[in-house]
């Protein structure tokens, strides 16, 4: 006998990721629609736009399926989950630049990205700007502990890293903004 949804609802998500895993498109369906909201936001933070993160989010939940099974219980659900959303963002950024490299050439590409990030500064406030303007390694801590609420520890499994390496990254944020309040203040 099957289990009922609401028995299902309370079901461990690394139990529907086995389940699913195996092909059970209800535990699959009842997965993405517990995880969505978390899988958009994570996605907004690192493109930085509604319609890419839209994009994103929908790309990991249509290759999800095959992913399952890789999946390992020895990790939680989410934190693995986190991890295929960090490689398809950096997967996408890398073939998005490939892209823009090959239809416009090194130097134009160079020029309108300059460009654009000149207007981004003067279009979002002054924390956006900021985040976009740290290196994507960066970026990611923050979106995940800040962003996500992710502990130091947490956000060093997620990343495959130590909890060191994280807090230093922190420590590099904070320079980096303290630059960045200090040039525009100058």
Request: hydrophobic residues 40%.
């Given at each position: 006998m099957r289990p009922t949804i609401t028995m299902r609802m309370k079901t461990s998500d690394e139990a529907l990721a086995q389940a699913a895993s195996d092909g059970d498109s209800e535990a699959f369906g009842l997965l993405a629609r517990r995880h969505y909201d978390r899988l958009f936001r994570l996605s907004w933070r690192l493109t930085g736009h509604k319609a890419d993160a839209e994009d994103l989010t929908h790309d990991i939940l249509a290759a999800l399926p095959a992913k399952l099974r890789s999946f390992r219980s020895d990790a939680r659900f989410t934190t693995w989950l986190y991890r295929v959303t960090?490689?398809?963002?950096?997967?996408?950024?890398?073939?998005?630049?490939?892209?823009?490299?090959?239809?416009?050439?090194?130097?134009?590409?160079y020029t309108r990205r300059a460009a654009e990030a000149a207007d981004a500064a003067q279009a979002q406030d002054w924390l956006t700007?900021?985040?976009?303007?740290?290196?994507?390694?960066?970026?990611?801590t923050v979106a995940l502990t800040l962003g996500e609420d992710l502990t130091q520890a947490q956000a060093a499994e997620v990343m495959g890293l130590s909890e060191g390496t994280i807090a230093w990254r922190m420590s590099e944020v904070k320079r980096h903004l303290r630059e960045m309040a200090t040039e525009e203040a100058g």
């Open positions: 960090l490689n398809a963002a950096t997967d996408r950024a890398r073939k998005a630049q490939r892209r823009r490299a090959a239809r416009e050439g090194w130097g134009q590409d700007t900021a985040m976009r303007a740290l290196p994507a390694e960066l970026r990611e």
